[in-house]
């Protein structure tokens, strides 16, 4: 039993480290120094214990108990987990990372999002997938982890933007705009996870549409954020 354990924790975070690599490898140009995304992972670490108080203390809500079926999902869905988790990230970034040095660059909001979001990511795996089936470890593997950190992605993306944002206004637009978005598609994420038990297997499949799209989403953001890097002299061209 303790072996299993042993392997199963290694296990339910290599994906999250697995993920992280191929996102700071896109990085080529100006690389992030590796010591400080470490520790900007620990804070993803850190970031769970809020999150898990917060789930504590709703289910001793009564009211929050009694919402028919479906309010509970939307609630669960698009404000315990949705917005409550890319807040905190959004959080972290904003408290420890948006006025550091080394974010210099408007990718860089996507990288550190991201590896918060992995940090978080790899706690949540490791809660959800030890002591559990195998097949249960390989879909979070393709879906929940990967998710996690393209759909924080997103959001890192206009958190990048605002930072280097030459108008106040236009800087709180983009932080709003990136977390709401985050939020919006976390939410509808988990929402089709939670009423798949109930309308069939096809809501679990679309999921797998969902993840692809908000992947292909942050591809562009990356390619945007890159465009905005160059022709404002931030990194070099690619030859």
Not at 9 to 24: D, N, S
Not at 71 to 100: C, D, N, T
Request: net charge positive; charged share 15%.
């Amino acid at each position: 039993m303790h072996h299993l354990l042993y392997l199963s924790i290694p296990a339910a975070v290599a994906p999250a480290l697995i993920i992280l690599l191929y996102f700071y490898r896109q990085d080529r140009l100006r690389p992030e120094p590796t010591g400080y995304l470490v520790q900007v992972f620990v804070l993803g670490i850190a970031s769970t214990y809020p999150l898990i108080q917060l789930d504590l203390y709703l289910t001793r809500i009564e009211f929050y108990n009694m919402l028919p079926k479906v309010s509970y999902e939307l609630f669960v869905a698009f404000i315990q987990a949705g917005m409550a988790e890319e807040l905190i990230k959004f959080l972290v970034v904003m408290i420890f990372v948006y006025r550091h040095r080394h974010f210099d660059e408007v990718t860089d909001g996507i990288l550190y999002t991201i590896t918060v979001s992995l940090g978080f990511a790899a706690v949540e795996n490791v809660l959800y997938v030890v002591g559990k089936p195998f097949n249960v470890a390989l879909a979070r593997a393709l879906t929940a982890v990967p998710f996690h950190a393209v759909c924080s992605g997103v959001m890192g993306y206009y958190i990048g933007r605002a930072k280097f944002a030459r108008v106040k206004r236009m800087e709180r637009r983009l932080l709003l705009t990136g977390l709401a978005s985050a939020a919006a598609i976390h939410g509808l994420y988990n929402f089709m996870i939670y009423i798949s038990p109930v309308f069939g297997a096809l809501y679990a499949i679309a999921i797998v549409p969902v993840v692809y799209l908000t992947f292909k989403r942050l591809q562009w953001h990356i390619g945007h954020a890159y465009r905005h890097d160059l022709k404002h002299g931030r990194v070099a061209q690619i030859s």
